[in-house]
Structures are given as C-alpha cells and as structure tokens.
C-alpha cells in the first residue's frame, strides 16, 4: 500500500472505539424510526459551506416542490442563521434536532460524503450523491491500490454510516458515468445522467450577481475577465509554486491592453493560504478570497477566458463554449505524486496547453485578441462531458429520487 494510504488506516483504527461505542449504536438506533418521504435533507462540504449542487437543488426543491420538506444542516452557526435568513429550515449537523431529522428523512443529499450531514441517523434513508463536478482526476476508490479496497470493504460492513451504498449518483455524461461506478464502487444502474444542478447556474439567463464582478465593471470598467483556477494539491509549497516563473510586469501589461482583469482563485482545500501575489492599487491582478467568492459557478458565467489545469472546471466551464486556456506546469509531478487522470491529458483537453507562464501570456493576448481556433473542437467536447445543456438540470434530479423513493 501507499504512504498515504496506511495513514488512512491508522487513524481509522486509532479512532475505532469511538466509532464502536459511541456512534455505531446511535447509527443502529436510527432504524427504528419511521421514515417520511416527503422529508429531505440536505448538506454541502461536511457541513461547512452553503455552495454548490447541493445548494442549488435545496433552493429548487424550496421554490418549485411545496409537498416536499426540505432542510438544510451544517456544522456552522454562521450557515444554519443565513439559511433561515432566507427562509429556508436549517439546523446543526450534530444538535439533537439534526439527529432526529436524519432518522426520520427519506432522502439524504449530499455533494462530498455522508460528513455533509448527520451521517448517524441515515440508516434506511436513500441517499443521493451529487459530487463537486466532473472529475479528470482519479477520485475515491480509483485512488487507491487493490490492498486498500480489500481494507474499505471490510470498514465498510463494520462503520456502513461511514461509507453507504448510493441509491443514487448524479452524472453529466455517460463518459463520467463510468468513472463513477468505479469510484464508489457502485452498479452502473444506480448511476443517472441528469446533469449536475451547478450547471443550471452556469447557465442561467439571469446569472446571480457576483459583488466582486460588479465592482470591477462599474469602477474599473472592465470589458475581460480572465480566471486562473488551478486544482488543489497536497501541500500548500506546490500551490504556491504555480506563480514562481510569473513575470508580473509583463502579465500587467497584457491585461492593461486588452482592458482585461485577471482573477486567481484558489481550490477550496487552499482557501487559508495568503496571496502570493502583492495586491497594487491599480493592479490588474486580483486575488480572490474565499469569502469574496465562495462559489465558483456562480462566477463562471461573467467569465470570458478559463486557465486551469486538471480541475474539474474545465467540464462546467465547456457549457459556456468559451476559451480555455490549460496550464498543466507540473503535469508529471501531479501525476506522480498527487493523483492520476482517468484518460490521456492530451486527448481529454480542448485548448491551448501551455508549458509555462510566458507561452500563456503568449496564447493569452492572443485568444484575448479575438483568435479563438477551438470553438467547434470545445462544442464536441462539450457533447462528450456534458449530455445536457439547458436549466432541467434540478428538475430532471428531483424526478429521479421521486423514482427512487417510490
């Protein structure tokens, strides 16, 4: 097995007694309760945003199902009061009210694990699995070796709160389909092709107003906006690493050309690092913070141009049809020491690939310029990855857990 894998194993088993003794019993117990199907709960990131799928099928089923009762649980007091601010139901993961909803919920919601909510009480409830996006990456299962897969099926019979059977996995293609039935080790049948509730905000007609965007268009009159979003890596030195060749003079001066603005934002799992990058007054750099934008596919659609590398964005980002730039500097060292892809870079991307920050600022002006040789090639890749490309998203969610539950 993997460094990182025997880890896993140690923490679980030096936690064992506590899953044993204390929440194991309270996972049993939920079983004696009644479950109402028309109770469904909701979560997002264990617990700790209000972001995402999850998210926006919550506010869906909220606006269009009045027979359905739907709750949202966090682990912040932060979440829990701007929900309800909204009208919405929301409680504490781990408050006696979020325990007893989960034992009587029929339907459990989630975009990371059964973490996102109280995870003790889901016994009999069906459970709907959104994910955060397409991954190129490897993901769950398909990260590890063989030795242990042996070891999570055997945790799997002792802790089944801790890894559930999914009645439901939702997928934008049936080419991400696939790599889900491996990743979480589930029957192909259990897997829907709905499309994935973020892409209803990607592509609303009336996108939800973004402060930062609205500043930038109002006060510095910003006709571009470029995103660098780079997926996440295992240390914060990788990631930080990313702008060591930048040469912030030059990039200043392409953007300032083209009346353009270039923002850089962090994967969540890097949302404590600070910039690396020295914010100037005048700068056409801006480094966006987690609470300035905690939603990337709201942001997403005031996007002209992507830059990325092996994040899942560049899926979303396709049902938009605009440029992408790819930035896969370390390519063979992310391989290598952080994750696998599921195919051949090369042949998954659709865009310009850069090897460093002076072939993008190249690739840059000119895309910005008004060069755009990949809209017909984006157009089949939008078909590979994404089968829908419209707002039913939700809807088309909804009537598969209808069919479940019933």
Known sequence: MKFREIKKVIRNLLIAPVYLFIFLPLYWLSYIFPRNKKLWLFGAWEGHRYTDSSRYLFEYVCANEPDIRAVWLSRENSLVNMVRQRNGEAYLINSIKGYLLSCLAGTVIVNVSTQDINQLGISRAKKIQLWHGSPLKKIRLDEYS???????NVLQRIFPYR????DIIVSPSPVISERFVTAFGVAKSNVKVTGSPRGDVILASNPAKVSIIQFLKENKKVEKVILYAPTWRKGNEEA???FSELDRNRMERCLAVHNAVLLVKWHYVHRALKPVINELKESQIVWLS???APDINELLPYVDVLITDYS???FDYLLLNRPIIFAPFDLKEYVIGD???YEDYDKAIVGPKCENWNDLMNVLDTVLAGKDEFRESRIIAQKKYNTFVDTKNCKRVVSEIKKVLK
Do not use: C, N
């Open 146 to 152: 063989k030795k242990y897969r042996i070891i999570v």
């Open 163 to 166: 890894l559930p059977e999914w």
């Open 240 to 242: 930080i690493e990313l």
């Open 290 to 292: 987690e609470e300035a």
């Open 312 to 314: 899942g964005v560049y």
């Open 339 to 341: 994750r696998d892809l």
